[in-house]
């Protein structure tokens, strides 16, 4: 004022300051109009909505109902998911160009989406906030639904309370279905998965996990590519958020979902085309995970996920074939990201099929599930699963295949030889560069490389671990899953080593087939077992039984 008075202009001062103090508290408002409802929420500070004359539990209130030694199952850190509240802003991890581009999305209408989320024992924060992040980064108008399937979860009070909790949260908002659904006895996630599926009502169905986090502007993406073929499935770039310092991360759209011959899934380079851009997307041969959108009723006419497979493992895979082989496609989006917590080992128990103390009951159902498809889908190739992975053999199947026939004869579905030369020409490339793989069996014992030392040992063919070995039909190089070759050390001693790149590296580890012999090229003696447990080279004799070495899958004639 002392300035205003001593430039005899104080009505003018007085003007701008009273103009700058309302433009702040303008801004102040606009800033708590768009950040309050997050700030509540991370906080846990959300009260009792008075029109709803419901029991509220608060978010402290509600994660310390859990049920008590849960938290092995878990596989991420509980106490830090537990301290960061319902809701936290993410980071934008897409290409700026998602934001900017217009988008041509049909009416709610005709595409609005059913969420299934199926679950079995999930830590209450991380459920919640998987839910709250859908709820409040979705519009409204497009999510039609929300159904949350318990499979048998220890925690028995989990899915009445968050129905409470959700009664509160939601409030006078309409429009959107609620179904809480309780497996009585475990039925696996997969068999949730169909069955909120089957109970759903939108245009399209989503199925999504209980540990995830989804992004801003997450769905429209989706929407738009659903809109042009009601015959596509879409996934999202998946952004890994650490199990332990619970950090979101930006996921890799220059990568695409695969497997392989022993049908476990694996990440693929992406090859971009000419004038394509990284943001643009893109065919992939399998989901990237359990997370993707498709029209429900093309999943129901496709049977939905195989009602065979149990608990949990191979379902993806499954579908995936099955989408390609009979008229439909798979995409995934880099404009659409949704966090997703990857676990380094199950975090479930799985229970016994079988009396067999070789097998686990994770790898029971793991060669029971992937046994389905590889009977159902991979017709003569077929064979290279079973080389990999002879155990399954001995898995019973409880059904035949006539339904799996009959649809694939309805729909006309492809041959899987179309697969492999027009979806996933890596594992056709793969089964080519190969001139024998599976177990390698002198006698009744296989070779096998320990995995502490790499040590070689002949074993029962049917532990579950035993090694898988690979011929490489351009090399002659003979190789493990873990890219170690076998070769000939000073002194001709058999040892594994790097598989070589050069030259000299090669030499010494390449092997020719004569007959049921591995003849070494380099020195033209024979891979021998003269006694138990050693392995020489000696000079090749045809009768030989201790040189014999047969593999589970050979993929061309023996000299």
Known sequence: MFACRRYGRPRRCIFYIFAFVISQLVFILILLRNESYDDLLASGQLHRNNDSGKNYLDWSEFISHRRKGLEVYYQYNLHLSDTLGVIRKLPSTRHCSCDSRPRNLPPPSSCNVSVVISFHNEARSMLLRTIVSLLSRTPKEYLHELIIVDDGSEDVTLLDDLRRWMDVFLGTRDRLGLIFLVNQERMGLIWSRNRGALLASGHHVLFLDSHCEVNEGWLEPL???????????????????????LSYRRGNEMLKGGFDWSLHFHWLRRRLANQELPEMPYKSPAFAGGVLMM????????????AYLKIWGGESIELAIKLWLCGGQIEIVPCSRIGHI????????????????????????????????????LDEYKSMFYALRPAARRIPLAHTYDEMRQLRGEWQCHPFEWYLRH?????????????????????????HATHKDSDLILVSCHLSDITQWRMLRSSGQLSTQRELCLGVAIGRRIALAPCGRNGTARMAQQW???GTHLLHAETHLCLDNPLKDRLELSPCRSQAVSQSFQFALEMESRT
């Open 223 to 245: 929407l738009e590519r659903l809109a042009q073929d009601p015959n596509l499935a879409v996934s999202p770039i998946l952004d890994p958020i650490d199990p332990k310092t």
């Open 295 to 306: 029209s429900r009723d093309w999943f129901l006419k496709l049977g939905g996920f195989n």
């Open 342 to 377: 990857f676990r380094r080992r199950h975090a479930f128990d799985f229970p016994p099929h079988l009396d067999d103390h070789q097998l686990s009951s994770a790898q029971e159902t793991y060669l029971h599930n992937s046994k389905i498809i590889a009977e159902s889908w």
């Open 423 to 447: 979806v996933s020409p890596e594992l056709r490339m793969h089964f080519d560069e190969l001139a024998a793989t599976g177990t390698l069996r002198n006698e009744d014992r296989c070779l």
């Open 512 to 514: 020719l087939r004569r």
